[in-house]
Nanobody
Framework: QVQLVESGGGLVQAGDSLRLFCSAS????????VGWFRRPPGRERELAAA????????HYVDSVKGRFTIDRDNAKNTVYLQMNNLKPEDTAVYYC??????????????????WGQGTQVTVSS
């Protein structure tokens, strides 16, 4: 079982940047694909970005392409989400999740194995 803790959220203005952190403890982190999900107010959760176990491959939802970057440091058991040029529509609770997988691809389905508690990101206009 992997325990996940997100941090780095906050209140920012449109155009600002934030860097989210997902710290993991427990089993070998390098065996897991990781996803950053977000749940905007009154809307369903969506996968914003995902990264393969080695970090070699990434995936982004169209609305964040060119603005968000997902990265990981397996030696530090940490995954990052760099968010630039934030927009009010990025306002959401952001969650990281892990999926145990034998394949070095981002996992794009919602059935992840473990989830963090989430961190709030609020972008004012």
């Amino acid at each position: 079982q992997v325990q996940l803790v997100e941090s780095g959220g906050g209140l920012v203005q449109a155009g600002d940047s934030l860097r989210l952190f997902c710290s993991a403890s427990g089993r070998t982190f390098g065996n897991y694909a990781v996803g950053w999900f977000r749940r905007p107010p009154g809307r369903e959760r969506e996968l914003a970005a995902a990264i393969s176990p080695t970090g070699r491959s990434t995936h982004y939802v169209d609305s964040v392409k060119g603005r968000f970057t997902i990265d990981r440091d397996n030696a530090k058991n940490t995954v990052y989400l760099q968010m630039n040029n934030l927009k009010p529509e990025d306002t959401a609770v952001y969650y990281c999740a892990v999926k145990d997988t034998d394949y070095d691809f981002p996992f794009l389905l919602p059935e992840y194995d473990s989830w963090g508690q989430g961190t709030q990101v609020t972008v004012s206009s």
